[in-house]
């Protein structure tokens, strides 16, 4: 029985025996354990921890042996070893369900072990069923061990893994290739070798929701549809994705694809994606392009290739203080009213713009009526001081729309 700060409990002769017996082949049972754990769950056999296997369900099953044999309950601290085995676990990719499915596993032929003990020894089934508790509370407190330690793992591979990551990226931005061992081998394993295809893009997100993740977030939807190394950067989330087997449309497709699963969680990401590079020394300009690209977004929730920018969208996504302050004042108010005001004017001259300024062919995009498109052009023609018929006041006027449309270079 245990006492009254349940430390000791008390076992007749016959326990501590069967625990003797089970302890003295402990070696050939958490072997047999082990081959059953490969047996039954693939993620095991696809290690090379056999050995390692073996050592921890031998410390489990001494636990078990020991606590009994010394007349006393187990307790956690008996499983300080478990930190070790879980971190190996997190690190070969073995899930939580599999590393305490491994623990019941090994509690079964422990069980069979101490039957064919009772069975081959008359008078030991009472000593048995004493240890049925005992053997329930050390899974028990050996499968909490496990679990808490596991967490603990797998949150110091996530932030060592980041910041291996951070480190490669910094590199590249400084046109070095990594030469430390395990960045390099981060990069290998996010399918990044020198001279292949790669693009760099570059993610931005935004939610009302309170309390929400983005960057967190934004890296889980990405890496369930792109290969490569995601890492967060300033307010971003930057990544190098390897393009050797996408074309970039195919690419788009799949960042597509992880915009709107965020959407579905009130997350708007408008995701840039660079020119296809294959040097890690042009990493920089790749997350130039990817800025530039995500920029032409404006927050929307889209995705944009730089390669599908023209040198206009390339030259005002960039603009200096000077360039804005050239902007004429009245143009810069009749840009700044209309922009409050659902952008009729604006978007009528991208329309007239785009249809080679050709007022017919835009009303039709537009779907209005011609003499309206007049009407809009002769007030934009009143507003601003330009004569829509002249090129250089149009491509004039587009510019300051371009430039004043959009926030200053952060």
């Not at 050390?138 to 967490?151: H, P, Q, R």
């Amino acid at each position: 029985m245990t006492t009254e700060n349940g430390a000791m409990w008390s076992y007749d002769d016959g326990a501590v025996g069967l625990a003797t017996w089970v302890q003295d082949r402990i070696p050939t049972i958490a072997r047999a354990a082990t081959d059953a754990i490969w047996a039954e769950l693939p993620s095991y056999r696809a290690t090379g921890l056999y050995d390692d296997v073996v050592t921890h369900v031998t410390s489990i099953f001494g636990v078990f042996t020991t606590s009994i044999i010394e007349r006393r309950v187990p307790c956690v601290g008996d499983f300080a070893f478990t930190s070790t085995h879980a971190s190996e676990r997190v690190a070969n990719g073995i899930s939580l369900i599999d590393f305490l499915q491994a623990f019941r596993i090994g509690q079964m032929v422990l069980w069979s072990y101490v039957l064919e003990s009772v069975r081959s020894t008359e008078g030991q089934e009472e000593a048995a069923l004493n240890l049925v508790e005992h053997l329930m509370r050390t899974i028990e407190l050996g499968s909490s061990a496990a679990a808490t330690t596991y967490f603990q793992a797998q949150q110091y591979l996530v932030a060592d893994q980041e910041r291996i990551a951070r480190d490669c990226l910094e590199d590249l931005l400084a046109g070095n290739l990594p030469r430390i061992s395990v960045r390099l081998e981060a990069m290998r394993r996010a399918g990044l070798e020198p001279g292949a295809d790669f693009v760099v893009i570059v993610c931005r997100a935004t939610s009302e929701a309170a309390g929400a993740d983005l960057i967190l977030d934004a890296r889980k939807a990405l890496a369930r549809h792109l290969p490569g190394m995601l890492v967060p950067w300033r307010q971003d989330l930057v990544g190098l994705v390897p393009s050797g087997r996408f074309t970039l449309a195919t690419l788009s497709q799949k960042v597509a694809r992880a915009v709107r699963d965020l959407g579905k969680g009130k997350i708007a990401a408008s995701v840039g994606i660079s020119s296809t590079h294959d040097e890690f020394a042009q990493t920089a300009a790749g997350l130039l392009e990817a800025q530039v690209a995500c920029d032409h977004l404006g927050g929307r929730r889209a995705v944009q290739v730089f390669d599908d920018l023209s040198p206009l969208d390339y030259l005002v996504r960039r603009p200096d203080p000077t360039a804005r302050r050239l902007i004429d004042p009245r143009l810069r108010a009749f840009i700044a009213e209309d922009l409050s005001s659902g952008s009729i004017y604006i978007e009528t001259l991208s329309a007239y713009v785009a249809a080679d300024m050709n007022a017919t062919e835009a009303a039709a995009a537009l779907r209005i009526h011609v003499n309206t498109m007049y009407y809009r052009l002769g007030r934009i023609a009143e507003r601003t001081g330009k004569d829509l018929r002249h090129v250089e006041d149009v491509v004039n006027l587009l510019l300051a729309v371009r430039i004043a449309s959009i926030a200053p270079t952060r």
